[in-house]
């Protein structure tokens, strides 16, 4: 299982557990010349990043090779809606350059054997069935909104998660 500290061995320190975070999760895994890439091109949009003029403190860069994780400290200056609309723009341009979506909230992310794996909901059951997933395997909870939840809500065992209330695990024993 992962732990908080290795999530904020891949996060800059210095931002407050109250920082704004948004997690963009990506249809497919980017190779890595593409996440060099991805990671470059986050950097040069937050280091530019502003709203109403002023600098954002944020960051933003891409985990497992499949999330686009953004934060963003608004202790001095909140971001305002065209902010988080230029952040967008950035997600739907990586859409555009790499054939990827970043968008499709019908596909749920599993870490399996230590990699995300992606589901289709409707498969997700079945896969509990059949025991590639199980209720101690971790969910990506993509939902998240500031820097706490991010280390420690982000990944949960799939039992604790939103989605516990709509699978059935039936007789399905836990991981040992």
């Known amino acids: 299982m992962m732990q908080v500290h290795e999530i904020a061995e891949m996060i800059p320190a210095g931002f407050p557990d109250n920082a704004r975070v948004w997690v963009y999760q990506c249809s497919r895994a980017f190779i890595e010349k593409e996440a060099r890439e991805v990671n470059e091109q986050l950097h040069h949009f937050y280091a530019g990043w502003q709203t109403h003029g002023s600098p954002v403190k944020g960051w933003a860069g891409l985990l497992f090779r ?5 934060i963003a400290d608004e202790t001095d200056e909140q971001v305002s809606g065209c902010s988080t609309d230029s952040s967008v723009r950035v ?4 859409e555009r350059q790499y054939n990827v979506n970043f968008f499709d909230r019908m596909m749920i992310t599993f870490l399996v054997k230590g990699k995300a794996e992606m589901l289709p909901f409707a498969q997700v059951q079945y896969a509990i069935e059949k025991g590639y997933i199980t209720p101690d395997t971790m969910l ?3 939902v998240v909104t500031n820097k706490k939840e991010l280390y420690t809500k982000w ?5 604790d998660s939103w989605l516990a209330g709509r699978v059935s695990f039936g007789n399905v024993p836990a991981q040992r």
């Open 66 to 70: 499949q999330f686009v994780v953004v």
């Open 91 to 94: 997600i739907k341009s990586l």
């Open 140 to 142: 990506f909870n993509n």
């Open 155 to 159: 990944m949960v065992p799939l039992k």
